[in-house]
């Protein structure tokens, strides 16, 4: 509000209201023109959402602003028939403007709007209907590389989980410049992503939304539907759900773990209260007290675990409509669509890289979906010291678990991308990966056969390399279309397993080029590696494993959540022992390969 910089602004929502398309109302923070230039310079805002007599019922203080002059304080979205509230939080230092180009308005209207809703200019017939939209409002955003400064380069400890960033938008930045960014420490990444299959305008009419579940009865939370959530595409719309899913049951736990605490505490001072009282210590009097205490904590923990029980039944209910809807790309290796014969037109928006789970629901897992194209390398860690559950199994077998793990990582991506759309390089310099590499090497997949030995590191790095320059030097002449005939211009995966082996400076210099240049212009890395098998390297390496997102081939509790820091389960999805599915998907990428060449 223009000139009340300071006040106390209120303001009803009507969310009956809103159309049923709508899916998120944001409220905006924004300095006007004429005062401070940003939130450092003025006092911390609170926020607060109030029931209608103006009681609080959740709110929060939006902390560590400085150079921005335009927040998205709170978003309130639509879940399964019900409004939820989210503390958001994010600044732009490029004010209203930077944030409306975030959101997916074109750089002219956003500035158009920003004038005058700030009152630089009249208002006059400014509407958003009438503005055109520019890219697509960013997805939630996948895994991004694990920030754990306390490992160490040789026989780190389990640190603490690796955080998964939140949904929602990332500062904006141009995508050229976003797509060599660095990644700030224990920030997301910046790089900013549209799909092609996302629609550039509002004119493109979005795909058809599901078909409406029958009403619940009275009394009754609503039926679950698959892809009730905003997005343009069926793909989008599950993609934005699971989000969504993930998002309630941190939430939720969240709450119940919080109410347990808060019953703990007030146990333990009403049982100190209690021993310090003299009347308590004669007769059976304290005992009464401190049973009066144990018997009021036990109702809080039990009305808390009842509204967690009831919240775990709908998600349950959810999972069950929604993981039987999910395409390949999202899906598990044991589900029925995978044994389909359709080859994909379109690059799919992300990839399913295993599940997520908590101990209060071990059962209720939520697919981790990852982003697409990846912005990060992954590394598998075959080692031992990694994790509880690494450290009780036989070396080779966790080595071959990680390797199968790679293997079906890299079929998969192969499989939910249109044929000779992407491109899988293996190194395998002591070819002690060939068992796991055989379903790859037998429907002749592969760009080239497993590079073994250190001349076959060499000319794999070589060649890798020399595509990420000429693609960097093409982007920036302005020319990217302008390549050697020579120049693949799929999007390239590296598979290295058992590294260092094989490896010398020269080749470590360059894989340490290609984690961190590679993302950008379509060359990633996956890793298959032992951390405390390349410590000879010391610190040289730390940057290298810093840059790639930690996954584990065994249950593991290396991963945490961007809203309240959960530590999650983490458990990889293979395909069913004795199954065909992978062996089958391959062969189909073999056929569709053939054909687009014939």
């Known amino acids: ?45 609170h926020v607060a959402v109030a029931d209608p007599e103006g009681a609080e019922l959740a709110g929060y203080t939006v902390t560590g602003l400085d150079s921005e002059s335009a927040v998205v304080a709170l978003e309130l979205y639509r879940r399964q028939a019900a409004w939820k509230v989210r503390a958001v939080g994010q600044g732009y230092a490029g004010g209203l403007g930077a944030l409306l180009a975030d959101a997916g308005l074109a750089g002219p209207a956003a500035a158009e709007l920003t004038a005058a809703a700030l009152g630089l200019v009249a208002s006059g017939d400014v509407t958003l209907a009438s503005l055109p939209t520019g890219g697509a409002p ?7 590389a694990p920030q754990d400064p306390a490992q160490g380069p040789a026989a780190p400890p389990p640190g603490p989980p ?15 410049a976003a797509a060599t960014a660095p990644v700030a420490a224990g920030g997301p990444p910046t790089i900013d992503y549209a799909h092609p299959r996302r629609r550039r305008t509002t004119a493109e009419a979005p795909e058809p939304a599901p078909r409406a579940a029958p009403a619940a009865a009275p009394g009754e939370p609503p039926r679950p539907v698959a892809g009730d959530a905003s997005g343009w595409s069926m793909d989008e719309r599950l993609y934005n759900q699971v989000w969504g899913m993930f998002e309630d049951l941190a939430r939720s736990v969240a709450a119940y773990r919080s109410a347990v605490d808060f019953a703990d505490s007030r146990l333990d001072r009403e049982l100190d ?17 401190r049973d009066t205490a144990r018997a009021r904590r036990d109702d809080l923990v039990a009305q808390a675990r009842a509204v967690l029980d009831r919240d775990l039944v709908q998600l349950s209910a959810e999972a069950e ?27 799919p928006l992300a990839l399913r890289l295993g599940d997520l789970s908590l101990p209060e629901r071990p059962g209720l897992r939520i697919p981790m979906l990852m982003r697409l194209p990846l912005e990060r390398g992954l590394w598998i860690d075959n080692g031992r010291t990694g994790s509880e559950a690494a450290m009780t199994m036989d070396t080779e077998r966790l080595r071959r678990l990680a390797m199968d793990m790679a293997v079906a990582h890299a079929a998969r991506l192969l499989a939910v991308h249109p044929a000779g759309r ?19 090497v037998r429907a002749g997949v592969l760009a080239a056969p497993p590079a073994a030995g250190s001349a076959g590191v060499t000319r794999t790095l070589e060649l890798l390399t020399r595509r990420v320059d000429l693609v960097q030097m093409a982007l920036r002449a302005g020319s990217p279309e302008v390549l050697p005939p020579d120049v693949d211009r799929a999007e390239q995966l590296l598979v290295v397993h058992d590294f260092p082996h094989g490896f010398d400076d020269r080749a470590v210099t360059r894989l340490r080029y290609l984690a961190d240049e590679g993302p950008a212009v379509g060359v990633h890395l996956l890793m298959v590696a032992d951390r405390d098998e390349a410590s000879a390297y010391g610190p040289l390496l730390d940057p290298l494993w810093r840059s790639l997102m930690r996954l584990s081939p065994v249950p593991d509790g290396h991963l945490a959540d961007p809203w309240v820091q959960h530590a999650w ?13 992978l062996d089958q998907a391959l062969e189909r990428v073999a056929r569709a390969r053939r054909s687009s060449r014939g």
């Open 422 to 440: 992407f491109a899988v390089h293996v190194i395998d310099a002591a070819g002690a990966g060939a068992a796991s590499l055989a379903p790859l």
């Open 273 to 289: 209260a209690a021993l310090a009282d003299p009347r308590h210590r004669l007769g059976g009097s304290g005992d009464a007290a």
């Open 569 to 581: 389960t983490f458990e990889p999805d293979l395909p069913p022992p004795g199954s065909r599915v």
């Open 162 to 176: 690796d955080p998964l960033p939140a949904a929602g938008a990332v500062a904006g930045a141009a995508a050229a």
């Open 138 to 144: 960013t997805l939630p955003r996948g895994t991004r």
């Open 321 to 347: 409509v929604v993981e039987p809807a999910l395409p390949a790309a999202y899906a598990r290796w044991a589900a029925p669509v995978w044994h389909g014969e359709a080859v994909p037109e379109e690059g």
């Open 1 to 45: 509000m223009p000139d009340r910089v300071g006040d106390r602004h209120r303001f009803t929502v009507d969310l009956d209201a809103v159309g049923t398309e709508v899916h998120h109302v944001r409220v905006l923070l924004v300095l006007p023109p004429g005062g401070p230039a940003r939130f450092g310079a003025v006092a911390v805002p």
